[in-house]
């Protein structure tokens, strides 16, 4: 499954078959975002890309920061977000916990692709290294499954900016929550 985004007019060109657009909205400069997508087979049970693109608009932290969802597919899930001034810190960069919340909803989002249909995952560790600051311009958060288990997945994201500089570099662990599992009540000491 591909899904790409085209953000301006001159991007536009004949979709291949059996591609369909959807719109995502607007981004910050009140462009219009389309993304395309080849259909799914019918036999697919995971989340297909057009799933993912809802999970995200859905999030009110992805509305609130303005990630939007540039690729999904097996192989990793892509998550952009246009700097605006609500994203910087009083250094004038973006601040720390915005990357990390970037690259925590592209890995999140990355497993659910493989994951069936009622699952959920949850974060449960995220170590992450900021390389380079950002001020401006769009950064890109290209996270893929290392390892999925049973219980636990393990994700790896690279965070780059406009000059496709490394500015972020996360490894997370996320807790698999199979549909129909029953939560287990923590213990009381």
Do not use: W
């Not at 720390?96 to 925590?104: E, S």
């Not at 497993?111 to 995220?126: D, Q, W």
């Not at 290392?146 to 490894?171: E, F, H, P, Q, S």
């Amino acid at each position: 499954m591909v899904l790409s985004v085209a953000l301006s007019p001159r991007a536009r060109r004949p979709l291949p078959p059996g591609t369909r657009v959807i719109s995502q909205g607007r981004d910050d400069e009140g462009k219009k975002l389309r993304t395309e997508m080849k259909q799914p087979t019918k036999s697919q049970e995971t989340l297909t890309a057009r799933e993912l693109a809802t999970r995200l608009t859905a999030s009110t932290t992805s509305r609130q920061f303005g990630f939007t969802l540039r690729e999904a597919g097996p192989e990793a899930v892509v998550i952009g977000m246009r700097v605006a001034k609500r994203h910087l810190q009083v250094h004038g960069v973006v601040h720390g916990g915005i990357l990390a919340a970037l690259a925590d909803t592209a890995g999140g989002l990355s497993i659910y692709f493989h994951l069936p249909h009622g699952s959920r995952v949850a974060t449960v560790e995220m170590k992450i290294n900021y390389l380079e600051t950002v001020a401006s311009g769009e950064v890109l958060a290209r996270a893929r499954v290392l390892r999925l288990g049973k219980n636990l997945g393990v994700v790896d994201c690279d965070i780059t900016d406009d000059a496709k500089r490394l500015v972020g570099k996360a490894l997370m662990t996320f807790a698999v929550i199979h549909r129909g599992a029953k939560q287990k009540k923590g213990r009381r000491g």
